[in-house]
């Protein structure tokens, strides 16, 4: 899945020096670059090397995409440089969800409920449902939950250490494809993204669900903490 801005291009704001110079490198590779590729280019911070790589993809001079592999395991992210001209033409996209997220925050009475509402819907809508007899445990729920949010953008990490469905886990969240409007807009967009969470893990049968969310407790990172659901099984 590749990544492109959502707003028109206008004219390209100055880069720093070291923005630039991620950029250079994205232009000069072969092949599409990863985090750490960027890092051990630059002998940036990994989060550093993401936070300019992120920006790039906002301004639109670069794309992020999931890397295609054969061998098991979830497939990073990586970038790559684009061409000057190929972002326009892009409808302003972003205008028009800043007109719907003031219609949700001006006419509806509580604004952040209905979000989540809304987030379970469609949580439970790109679920991957599991055949009526097949068990789902705390494990195969985070799966099928990861897998959703990265096929919509976001770049998640599961627990390292797994999770049984009887204890709290995190799911780190390293980018947000909506990052631009849940700055503005946490209450309506990060509701949005919490009832997602819960609407995947409630259509999968698993025995855990999303507590909360805290976004942004680092630039490009968001925290999903999940506990276990209210008469889940182990």
């Not at 809304?118 to 195969?140: F, M, N, S, V």
């Not at 669900?209 to 942004?216: K, N, S, V």
Request: with cysteine.
């Amino acid at each position: 899945m590749t990544e492109l801005p959502m707003i028109d291009p206008g004219p390209p704001p100055p880069l720093s020096e070291s923005r630039n110079r991620v950029l250079e490198i994205l232009r000069t590779a072969r092949r599409p670059m990863g985090v750490q590729d960027i890092a051990g280019r630059t002998g940036l911070h990994a989060n550093t090397a993401r936070f300019h790589l992120d920006g790039l993809v906002e301004a639109g001079l670069a794309a992020r995409d999931t890397e295609e592999r054969d061998q098991p395991g979830r497939p990073r992210m990586v970038y790559r440089a684009v061409a000057a001209d190929a972002t326009a033409g892009l409808r302003s996209y972003r205008m028009l969800a800043e007109m719907l997220i003031g219609v949700v925050l001006g006419g509806l009475p509580q604004p952040e409920r209905a979000a989540v509402e809304t987030g379970e819907k469609w949580g439970r809508y790109l679920a991957d449902r599991p055949a009526p007899l097949q068990h789902i445990d705390a494990a195969e729920g985070v799966r099928r939950t990861v897998k959703v949010l990265e096929s919509i953008g976001f770049a998640p990490e599961p627990p390292p250490e797994g999770i049984t469905g009887t204890d709290e886990a995190v799911i780190r969240i390293g980018h947000c494809p909506f990052r631009e409007l849940a700055e503005q807009h946490r209450e309506v967009v990060c509701s949005l993204h919490l009832g997602l969470m819960r609407g995947v893990l409630s259509e999968v049968r698993a025995p855990i669900t999303a507590e909360r969310l805290e976004p942004f407790v680092e630039p490009s990172l968001c925290l999903a903490r999940l506990a276990p659901a209210s008469g889940g099984r182990p």
